[in-house]
Structures are given as structure tokens and as C-alpha cells.
Antibody, heavy 125, light 108 residues
Framework: QVQLQESGPGLVKPSQTLSLTCTIS??????????WSWIRQRPGVGLEWIGS???????FYNPSPKSRLTISVDMSKNQVTLSLRSVTAADAAVYFC?????????????????WGQGTLVTVSS | SYVLTQTPSMSVAPGQTARITCEGN??????LHWYQQKSGQAPIRVMS???ERPPGVPERFSGTNSGDTATLTISGVEAGDEADYFC???????????FGGGTKLTVL
């Protein structure tokens, strides 16, 4: 059974960098037709895709935070990391990591499953 | 840019049928997926590629995608179906994942 667990600081100061880690168990980050993704949910709002990365390094990012964003795969630790620079109050949210299926096209057209439980990030000085 | 539109909320009595819609321009041409999110929990997949039901999802859940509207149908609604439901596609024009705004299903 594949399980994902997000971890990282719950509180980040404005203008600083948010760093989150997703630890994968029950599967290898470099196996199967899967991207590894980050999705966030602001309080009372819907879901916002942040980005998806394949173990080969192929990446797709949401255009919105793209210039501040880096998502990477660490195969030695079986982890996926998110780095979001220059955070503002608008970046406060629950951050989820999720595995995303892709089809023969190689693009992340598929479903997200499973999801981690999510980690709450607050931005405040 | 491409947008997925969902009705923000709907209410259904137990035992009735809930039809949750997701509208987008020619959405039938996109691979569409549905998620259920209960309060305080992570979303879970309830429908894939329009009409494929994942293992463990009750047969009461079904999906269609035609024209500009995709529909998640829940037959014989139960109290435990009360949740937010989100649709999701891949927007190949901008190489990004899009979610609908979500529909809050209340079971009366």
C-alpha cells in the first residue's frame, strides 16, 4: 500500500522560503507511470495544483507560482521536495503531496491517488 | 484560459440521486477525474478517466462525460456521501492541471 507523508515547518515568515518534504512508502519514486505532485488548499477554498515532477526530472509547474517554485525528487531518500521562495500570506494553505498517474503521452493527464494527509502552512511574522 | 465550473452546493435527501456536474468547453475531449473530500480529510479518488470507478468505490458512484458537461452520479445517497466533490483535468494548452471549484454535497 502506497502511503505519502508530508513534513515541514508549520510556520514561515513572509519573504522566506517554504520547504516541504513528501516521504513515500510502499513504492519507489522511480517506478511506474507516475508523477509526484504538490497540491494546496487555502482555507475554505478549493484545490490548486502547484506542480508535478517525474523521477527523470521532467517537470510541470503551475504558471502562477512558477518563478518561485522548485519541485525535486530525491531517489536516495525516496522523497519529493517542494521549495517555494518569497512566500506571502497568499501562500498559507494546507499542502498535499500526491501520486499522479500518466498515460502513454507522458504528460500528467491522470488522476491523483493516493494523497498524503496534508500539512498546514501558516505565513506570519 | 480553460475553466472548470461546478455548482457550489447542492442538497439531496437520503436514498435519492445526486448529479454533480463539471462544465468546461468541450470537456468531453479531456480525461476527467473526480475526488471526494470529507471535512478535515485529504481528497480521495472516486472516478477516473470519466467513468472508471477505482477499487473500493461503491457501485452507487458512476460518471459520464459528454459535450461540455461531465457528471458524477451518486445513486441511493447515504449520509456518508456528504462531502465536497472536485473534478480535475489536464489542460494541454497550458500544460497544467485544473480543478473545478468544488461542489458541497449536503445530505438532508
Amino acid at each position: 500500500q502506497v502511503q505519502l507523508q508530508e513534513s515541514g515547518p508549520g510556520l514561515v515568515k513572509p519573504s522566506q522560503t517554504l520547504s516541504l518534504t513528501c516521504t513515500i512508502s510502499g513504492a519507489s519514486v522511480n517506478s511506474g507511470n507516475y508523477y509526484w505532485s504538490w497540491i494546496r488548499q487555502r482555507p475554505g477554498v478549493g484545490l490548486e495544483w502547484i506542480g508535478s515532477v517525474l523521477y527523470t526530472g521532467r517537470r510541470f509547474y503551475n504558471p502562477s507560482p512558477k518563478s518561485r517554485l522548485t519541485i525535486s525528487v530525491d531517489m536516495s531518500k525516496n522523497q519529493v521536495t517542494l521549495s517555494l521562495r518569497s512566500v506571502t500570506a497568499a501562500d498559507a494553505a494546507v499542502y498535499f503531496c500526491a501520486r499522479q498517474h500518466y498515460d502513454r503521452s507522458g504528460s500528467p493527464v491522470g488522476w491523483f491517488d493516493p494523497w498524503g494527509q496534508g500539512t498546514l502552512v501558516t505565513v506570519s511574522s | 484560459s480553460y475553466v472548470l465550473t461546478q455548482t457550489p452546493s447542492m442538497s439531496v435527501a437520503p436514498g435519492q440521486t445526486a448529479r454533480i456536474t463539471c462544465e468546461g468547453n468541450q470537456v468531453e475531449k479531456k480525461s476527467l477525474h473526480w475526488y471526494q473530500q470529507k471535512s478535515g480529510q485529504a481528497p480521495i479518488r472516486v472516478m477516473s478517466y470519466d467513468d472508471e470507478r477505482p477499487p473500493g468505490v461503491p457501485e452507487r458512484f458512476s460518471g459520464t462525460n459528454s459535450g461540455d458537461t461531465a457528471t458524477l452520479t451518486i445513486s441511493g445517497v447515504e449520509a456518508g456521501d456528504e462531502a465536497d466533490y472536485f473534478c480535475q483535468v489536464w489542460d494541454s494548452d497550458y500544460d497544467r492541471v485544473l480543478f473545478g471549484g468544488g461542489t458541497k454535497l449536503t445530505v438532508l
